[in-house]
């Protein structure tokens, strides 16, 4: 597992470790965090290497399956490492595939919503082919994510690795950094200090958010099922309004704050919503989290976690 020190990655190396596997997990700390796998690191079938994995990546013994999760995954994250982005989702996923292909294993790609850019197809089916700027500050994460599908492709149809790729919408749950940029943290962070909530634009942009639980089930249906080769959008379809969310977050938290609006960034995309037909017709996923419980959740999360 790369990335498994990562806020997704480290639940999912739990999932892993309940389901009888023994995990191998690297990581470089670049926005990970070795406080994600204190109950992984519990388990002596887990084992966890610091190491950045735009360099050569080995594994002693046989190895099932390589699942590859390691990027900067958060505006702010490959805004401030935009060239380390696009090398771990370059070299990255060469030198995960490399692995998969010598150890004769399957290999899982962590994929994005962010290949389709700002869709000009609404919801966005796995068919949808994208309206990306390649030369905007957030190309770097979008295309490093669309060359690193079109490698795990290449893979397939060249060395007949087993190729999964998971296209991931957004998630929010426990283990979310404080302070990484997106929506979710940032609203709980300024809701629970009672701190002006800062909604981009006008905040009828509109965002699909996904339970960290629902989404890991999701992850693992797919790693089981028999599907290879064509990409499954992972995320939960009901739509809610940035400027709702927070509005939420401000009551759910118990929040004196006030809703301020502050400039939209560039190519921010207006909506994103995945169509899960595919996921639920092929792997029989559905989340099932309402959208206030999740964040209930990890606001009570956030209240011990975050409190120094």
């Known amino acids: ?29 670049l926005t990970g965090s070795a406080a994600n796998l204190v109950d992984a690191l519990s388990d ?25 999760f390691a990027s900067p995954a958060s505006p702010s994250d490959y805004l401030e490492y935009p060239i380390h982005t696009l090398k771990v989702g370059a070299l990255g996923t060469l030198n995960a595939l490399g692995l998969a292909k010598a150890k004769r294993a399957g290999f899982m790609l962590a994929s994005t919503s962010e290949v389709y850019g700002d869709p000009r197809v ?20 979008d295309e490093a994510k669309r060359y690193a599908e079109a490698m795990a492709m290449a893979y397939l149809r060249t060395h007949d690795v087993p ?55 999701g992850i693992w249906h797919l790693l089981i099922s028999d599907v290879v080769g064509e990409p499954v959008n992972l995320g939960n379809p009901e739509e809610v309004k940035v400027l709702d969310l927070a509005r939420t977050i401000v009551l759910l938290a118990g929040s004196r704050s006030e809703v301020v609006f502050t400039d939209r960034p560039i190519d921010d995309p207006e909506v994103r919503c995945p169509d899960i037909s595919r996921a639920t017709s092929l792997l029989g996923w559905l989340p099932s989290v309402p959208l206030s419980d999740g964040l209930a959740r990890t606001i009570e999360w956030a209240r011990t976690a975050w409190r120094a």
Request: proline share 5%; glycine share 12%.
């Open 44 to 68: 002596e079938r887990f084992g966890y290497v610091h190491y950045d994995v735009t360099n050569y990546l080995n594994v002693e013994g046989a190895v099932e399956w390589v699942l590859h």
């Open 122 to 141: 609404h919801p966005q089916p796995e068919s949808y082919w994208g309206n990306v700027n390649p030369i905007g500050p957030r190309g770097v994460y």
């Open 163 to 217: 190729v999964k790729i998971a296209r991931i919408f957004n998630t929010y749950g426990p283990r979310l950094r404080r302070g990484d940029g997106r929506a979710v943290p940032t609203f709980i962070e300024q809701g629970l200090a009672d701190e002006p909530i800062t909604v981009h634009g006008d905040g009828t942009q509109t965002r699909s958010l996904c339970y960290v639980d629902d989404l890991v089930e």
């Open 1 to 29: 597992m790369t990335g498994g020190a990562g806020f997704l990655g480290s639940h999912l190396c739990d999932r892993l470790l309940a389901e009888g596997w023994e995990v191998r997990c690297f990581d470089s700390l």
